[in-house]
């Protein structure tokens, strides 16, 4: 059975640091296309980051430059490391994977909540 | 990227069948055809429900299915359930690659 399980979530300043991990188990992530997707509170999904099985990353314009996004195949995780963070960055972070194509998000995690406030 | 169109909320009685549109433009639904759907009850995860604009994974009901019309995919609920009542979030793959969401649809069952 496929499971992607977060960690790492938590209450953090504003301009401070935080890393999300996310177990993946019924698959490897070297072999799945994997994303981070988050939701603010009372808001809509939001695509985060995307690491590609040949290990190409994409990230969108509002992280950009702040979060990397990686994988460490011999603990089969992927993780959110999120610098410089900002209040518009709370939300709940959803680690994502795909084992066909990079097209959609077919196994979602429960999510990790990141609070970003003084 | 800007986010789909999707309506606030859609309602129907059960037994009834609902359409959820979601309007993109040609930089993403138009040119790359690749929708997914995604059902979020109150708390918990988002699921997919459709993928690559008309596929159902398995084990999703056949009351589910998907379309699309040039910018404008569309999600169908036949057979309106209780359980359907839930957000649902279109997304399209786009350029560079992104991806991008609509804003979400908040089906009521009446």
């Known amino acids: 059975e496929v499971q992607l399980v977060e960690s790492g979530g938590g209450l953090v300043q504003p301009g401070g640091s935080l890393r999300l991990s996310c177990a993946a188990s019924?698959?490897?992530?070297?072999?799945?296309?994997m994303s981070w997707v988050r939701q603010a509170p009372g808001k809509g999904l939001e695509w985060v980051s995307f690491l590609y099985t040949g290990g190409n990353t994409f990230y969108a314009d509002s992280v950009k430059g702040r979060f990397t996004i990686s994988r460490d195949i011999s603990k089969n995780t992927l993780s959110l490391q999120m610098n410089s963070l900002r209040a518009e960055d709370t939300a709940v972070y959803y680690c994502?994977?795909?084992?066909?194509?990079?097209?959609?998000?077919?196994?979602w995690g429960q999510g990790a909540l990141v609070t970003v406030s003084s | 990227q800007s986010a789909l169109t999707q309506p606030a909320s859609v309602s129907g009685s059960p037994g009834q069948s609902i359409t959820i549109s979601c309007t993109g433009t040609?930089?993403?639904?138009?040119?790359?055809?690749?929708v997914s759907w995604y059902q979020q009850h109150p708390g918990k995860a988002p699921k997919l429900i459709i993928y690559?604009?008309?596929n159902r994974p398995s084990g999703v009901s056949n009351r589910f299915s998907g379309s699309r019309s040039g910018n404008t995919a569309s999600l169908s609920i036949s057979g309106l359930q209780a359980e359907d009542e839930a957000d649902y979030y279109c997304c399209s793959y786009a350029v560079s690659p992104t991806w991008v969401f609509g804003g979400g649809t908040k089906v009521t069952v009446l």
């Open positions: 019924g698959f490897t992530v070297s072999s799945t296309y």
């Open positions: 040609s930089s993403d639904i138009g040119t790359y055809k690749l």
């Open positions: 994502a994977g795909t084992t066909t194509n990079p097209f959609y998000f077919g196994h």
């Open positions: 690559e604009t008309t």
